[in-house]
């Protein structure tokens, strides 16, 4: 008898186990626009970034970059982490982690120029680092970019089956007059992560955000 | 289809008359083939079903017989271990109670030689009189004159008598009060030998009162050993008892292990890492489940080594001095691993606390200190405790599970091959109404042919007999409805079928109306039977065969 159950949890692991071999961690990482007066919204970026900490698990990545005038720097990323095996480790970790941010966020000073594609480059290079099975790109920003004039963002992106989710894409003052504009800009960036194999999603309300990470 | 209809010109209503007619003696002069070819179908889907069926009945009993030698072989396993149980008993008893059956025998014979020889030292021996009393007596009888020395010496013979009186007096009841003192000393031996006798006797009765058990155990058992009905009926019904009982005990013990394994599922992760994974099973739940499991395996080696259940034939053989060693050692991992899920279970009291506080922390929420909060941890480490001792029970309900499921799982089976074959009996019996109605369907189409056909013969037969016309079919079924009772009984049973009349003697109402009236008919199938199709003599029933 307990011949035959070993036997079965035996077949039953080993075939799971070859059919299934991607990683179950997940990796995030988000994006911090501190341009302009976007700079105001860290303290909801903070919220995000408490979720997630109470969210990811032990063996998840997870790191924080700001996007300024030139994103495309290991410079920018505030804090990044995998956090440890052990949960009780793990949960010493994301106190520390927090600290960090809070740090940041207290000393953070608004930027130029606002260099999303840098960022974003950055932090898919970070994913696919980590090599987690699941991966996200939280973009905090208006989505609004503003280059320097000698930088160039232009190249066939790759989102590796990353899911790019704007967070509180707020409208502009040119917005409101020509909503045009914030449609055009977001179904810009759409086609940027759809035509790179992403999965692109706004989420304007902080509350949806706990939908995309379950 | 109206492009095609007119196309062939067949759009106008002497033309469409014009096919049906010719589409109706196509259909009449194709009816004994169509007929045969559709009556053909259902004999072949009839003759298919039915085989098929028979095949699956066969199955069943094939089925059954081998349920009947599993109930009775089980039956007869499980009974040999209640007679052995009871025999074990009894020779528990005998050997307890009656091993001290030589001593107390030896007792039981000093304690009677003793009142026995006291009994003999008390019996009452009259004392003798004296030898010279005779010659007291001649003296005695000497004429007294009551003078001189005669009286002198009388009176002195009177005061010695006198005195050896007194003294033999004396010797008696000396004798009398030691008779009574071996007497008073025999009291406690007969008490005693009472109180040996009453408990020899309960011993007795303890023994007596376990025989009719036995006897009622041997009686089944041997009538398991006969294979009788009775002995397979009481044996089902038992098993089924037990199947569903230990199913029932069994799903509590899953919820139990689904409890244990949350327990200890949170901090395996501290133990294997909480990130990694076997499959698409995270390490720690695995690991959870695997300790889970063993503590299940443990159990049943324990009970084996205990001898309480018996599925592993190998640990049952084993000598005693090696099962109680097992006992001990499995024994021993089954504590252990207890004390690991206590721990595990107060360690995931902690990491919940921890991630509870942090939680809290990341929401803004302030922490809360709860006094109670020892109670939950204590709850849980007794749980982890114990649970595993619990599981380890399983292997009880386990055992009388999979020995009744041998035989629940043969009746079910039996029970579907049955129904199975119940269902290709009905669609051969379909297979063939449905052919008959077919060919019915089929004259249906071509009525207004076949009544033309009927209206040339019915005029022939006229002109053939000599203007009696022939019965129409109206009038056949009312003449076979006359039933004449009291007619005098014709040759035949049933008479003059070429005019149609039908009637019906009182034999041929005994004889369960058998006879017809059709002539050329006689000795085939009977009227309600299948008038259409010829099957095979012995295919019987389509239904039931």
Known sequence: MIRVLLTLVVVILGSTSCTDTRSHARAVFVLLDISGTYVNEIDKARRIVDYLLAVLGPGDSLAVARIDSASFSEKDIVASITFSDRPSMANAEKRAYRAAIDKFAQTVRQSGHTDISGAMLQGLEYLEETGAGTRYLFVFSDLQEDLKNDHVRQWTWNFHDTHVVAINVTKLDSDNRDPREYLSRVTDWREKVESGGGHWRVINELSHVEQVLR | ?545
């Open chain 2, 1 to 545: 289809m109206t492009e095609l209809l007119n196309q062939w010109g067949i759009n106008s209503l002497p033309g469409i008359l014009l096919v049906l007619t010719l589409g109706l003696l196509f259909l009449y002069a194709a009816r004994e083939p169509a007929h045969a070819a559709v009556r053909g179908l259902g004999r072949f889907f009839h003759g298919a079903f039915r085989l098929a069926s028979r095949s699956v009945m066969k199955a069943e009993q094939r089925l059954q017989e081998r349920n009947r030698q599993v109930v009775l072989s089980s039956g007869r396993e499980a009974q040999e271990r209640l007679l052995e149980r009871e025999f074990q008993r009894i020779h528990d008893m005998v050997q307890r109670d009656l091993s001290g059956y030589p001593a107390l025998n030896r007792t039981l014979s000093e304690q009677l030689t003793r009142i026995e020889e006291d009994y003999r030292q008390s019996t009452e021996v009259p004392p003798q009189p004296p030898e010279w009393l005779a010659a007291v007596e001649a003296v005695a009888r000497i004429p007294s004159s009551d003078t001189g020395a005669v009286a002198d010496i009388l009176a002195d013979i009177h005061d010695t008598l006198t005195r050896a009186q007194k003294d033999s007096m004396e010797a008696y009841r000396k004798s009398c009060r030691t008779r009574h003192g071996l007497l008073k000393r025999m009291l406690p031996y007969w008490r005693r030998l009472s109180n040996t006798m009453t408990a020899v006797e309960r011993k007795m009765t303890d023994l007596d009162a376990r025989i009719p058990a036995i006897d009622r155990q041997m009686q089944l058992y041997e009538e398991i050993l006969a294979k009788t009905d009775r002995a397979e009926r009481e044996l089902t019904s038992s098993f089924t008892t037990q199947f569903v009982v230990a199913g029932v005990v069994l799903a509590i013990a899953v919820l139990g292990g689904f409890i244990n394994f949350h327990l200890i599922a949170l901090p395996m992760s501290e133990m294997v890492g909480g990130g990694s994974y076997l499959g698409p099973l995270k390490t720690a739940d695995v690991a959870a489940l695997v300790i889970i499991l063993v503590e299940i395996a443990m159990g049943i080696f324990l009970m084996e080594s205990l001898r309480i259940t018996r599925m592993f034939p190998a640990i049952h053989a084993m000598d005693d001095q090696m099962r109680r060693r097992m006992v001990v050692v499995t024994f021993a991992i089954l504590a252990a691993l207890a004390g690991v899920e206590s721990a595990l279970a107060y360690m995931r009291d902690l990491l919940a606390a921890d991630k509870e506080a942090l939680t809290r922390s990341l929401t803004g929420g302030a922490t809360v200190e709860t006094g109670f909060r020892w109670i939950a941890s204590v709850g849980q480490m007794v749980m982890g405790f114990v649970l595993p001792f619990a599981l380890a029970c399983v292997a009880i309900p386990l055992e009388s599970f999979i020995h009744a499921s041998r035989v629940v799982l043969g009746m079910l089976a039996g029970l579907t091959l049955r129904t199975i074959a119940l269902g290709l009996r009905l669609i051969a019996s379909a297979a063939w109404q449905i052919s008959r109605f077919m060919t019915q369907l089929y004259d249906v189409a071509i009525f207004l042919p076949l009544w033309v056909e009927n209206a040339i013969r019915r005029r022939r037969a006229v002109t053939a007999q000599g203007g009696i016309a022939p019965p129409v079919l109206h009038d056949a079924v009312e003449t076979s409805l006359k039933f004449d009772l009291r007619a005098a009984a014709p040759p035949a049973d049933v008479t003059d079928a070429a005019e149609g009349e039908r009637v019906v003697t009182p034999d041929a109402i005994e004889r369960g109306g058998r006879s017809r009236g059709d002539g050329g008919r006689r000795g085939g199938k009977s009227a309600g039977d299948k008038p259409d199709l010829d099957f095979p003599p012995d295919s019987g029933s389509p239904v039931f065969p």
